[in-house]
């Protein structure tokens, strides 16, 4: 159990060093709430739904950030430490593979999470973020729709060959995901063909889920969304646990 720990310690810090993961996670989510805080502010306005600019774009931020951490962060890593040797100089160590994915999973959804309350501290101090749902339940969605990107992104990781394509296939899929599904831009200054194209996008489910939840549905209000998420996580288990390789 030490040298889990050990490594996990070992892993948060070389995660912290690595300029993109730590820039598109922890940074780049606040530069965005930012901007267009100082654009539009966070006056509530028909527009949506009552409610400001700020109050949509953080839940849609998190989305943003979940989509960085699966896309970007579990996907080049793994792809680069098996590339490099790491994995397998690992895997010949005395913890179990399970205990060395663990390590991984866990240090990721650490900053995934620090991402969030970075996010929601900003938003409630600078523009009165407003919060209308229940708590645990926006918890227990961004626990499923960050378990179910990491899914993801081991499957990327397991399937493509190399750490150049693997960096190049989840930027192709990143980018257009984060403009389309709604969680760079409030999906009501998207076109309507642009919204209904975009409902293909696993993404675009994580956004109407923790939007909708953060702004007080129930839960029934998604069960489509909670169940797209539910069979994403379980294909991904399934998929990569035949296809990643240690080296």
């Known amino acids: 159990m030490r040298g889990f720990w050990k490594l996990t310690w070992t892993e948060i810090k070389l995660f912290l060093r690595e300029p ?3 820039f598109f996670t922890l940074a780049f989510p606040l530069m965005m709430l930012f901007l267009f805080g100082s654009i539009y502010g966070n006056e509530p306005t028909p527009f949506f739904g009552g409610y400001g600019s700020v109050d949509v774009s953080v839940p849609a931020y998190t989305a943003m950030i979940i ?6 962060g579990v996907t ?7 590339e490099q040797g790491i994995l397998r100089r690992l895997k010949a160590t005395p913890l179990r593979p399970q205990s060395i994915l663990g390590a991984q999973v866990i240090v990721i959804f650490l900053m995934t999470t620090l ?4 996010l929601v501290i900003a938003g409630k101090l600078v523009y009165g973020l407003r919060f209308d749902g229940n708590p645990l339940n926006v918890v227990l969605a961004f626990v499923l729709s960050s378990m179910s990107f990491f899914a993801l992104g081991f ?3 397991g399937l493509l060959p190399t750490a150049r394509t693997a960096q190049i296939v989840a930027m ?14 409030p999906r009501e200054m998207l076109p309507e063909s642009i919204r209904e194209l975009a409902q293909v996008l696993p993404l675009s489910h994580v956004v109407t889920l923790l939007r909708g939840l953060w702004m007080g549905d129930p839960w029934t209000k998604h069960l489509g969304e909670v169940g797209i998420l539910t069979l994403l ?9 035949k296809t990643f390789r240690w080296e």
């Open 115 to 118: 991402g969030m309350v970075l």
């Open 20 to 22: 993109m993961a730590a």
């Open 67 to 72: 989509a960085t951490s699966g896309l970007l």
């Open 172 to 185: 192709v899929l990143f980018y257009p995901m984060i403009f389309l599904s709604g969680a760079a831009i």
């Open 155 to 157: 499957v990327l990781a």
């Open 233 to 241: 996580l379980i294909a991904g288990v399934l998929v990569s646990s």
């Open 76 to 82: 080049i890593t793994m792809a680069s430490y098996r």
